[in-house]
């Protein structure tokens, strides 16, 4: 089947740093959505991409299209506590109604 | 504006037993559908429904059945409960937007236990 692979697993930063993680699929994708999830709460969505190449920014949040359309990245500035959570990626085959989701970036910031 | 709903938040089955899991949206989404949550595994798709009267199966459907009762409602259905069935579940909706776009929302999830 598709892999969708998620980087790092885990991390641990401290409260101020910038954190970086990105997905790789083996296919191409039409939409690239990135999701946060805190426990017991269901995905929240932070950011949506649509086209190759394009450069999305929420907040403290910025997200790429990868222009292979096989990946993106997410990157948070500043991290703040309330960052802590899990954060997935998700892709979308062209012509299709699915997504595939990465299997989560877990992120701890240290006060 | 409540989003997409998801009815119960928690349950718990012995092996056998049946259930349905319920699941409301109020954004008029044409697609609806139902993932699983494991520790480790991400989101697996159970079922999706691409529009009102059509659903089809996801990457792990046995053991489930599914039914789009009208454009709002989609329920989810376990027969038999079985141990490996304990899972998160979750519900979501997405419609495509303008320009040809679709983001996907979830409910809050139903935390299942099966003994």
């Known amino acids: 089947g598709q892999q969708l692979n998620q980087s790092p697993q885990s991390m641990f930063i401290q409260e101020g740093e910038d954190v970086s993680m990105n997905c790789t699929s083996s296919?191409?994708?039409?939409?690239w959505l990135w999701y946060k999830q805190d426990p017991g709460e269901g995905p929240v969505l932070l950011i949506a991409l649509y086209k190759a190449g394009e450069l999305t920014s929420n907040g403290r949040l910025t997200a790429q299209f990868g222009i292979t359309r096989k990946d993106s990245f997410l990157n948070i500035s500043a991290s703040i506590p309330s960052d802590v959570g899990i954060y997935f990626c998700?892709?979308?085959?062209?012509?299709?109604?699915?997504?595939?989701f990465g299997t989560g970036t877990r992120l701890k910031v240290l006060a | 504006n409540a989003g997409v709903t998801q009815t119960p938040k928690f349950q718990v089955l012995k092996t056998g037993q049946s259930m349905t899991l319920q699941c409301a949206q109020d954004?008029?989404?044409?697609?609806m559908y139902w993932y699983r949550q494991d520790p480790g595994m991400g989101l697996r798709l159970i079922y999706y429904?691409?529009?009102?009267?059509t659903t089809d199966k996801g990457e792990v459907p046995n053991g489930y059945n599914v039914s789009r009762l009208n454009k709002r409602e989609f329920s989810l259905r376990l027969e038999s409960a079985a141990p490996s069935q304990t899972s998160v579940y979750f519900c979501a909706s997405s419609e495509w937007g303008s320009g040809n776009t679709d983001t996907q929302y979830f409910g809050p999830g139903t935390r299942l236990t099966v003994l």
């Open positions: 429904s691409a529009s009102e009267g």
């Open positions: 998700a892709g979308q085959n062209p012509g299709t109604y699915k997504y595939i």
């Open positions: 954004m008029n989404h044409n697609s």
């Open positions: 296919s191409i994708f039409n939409t």
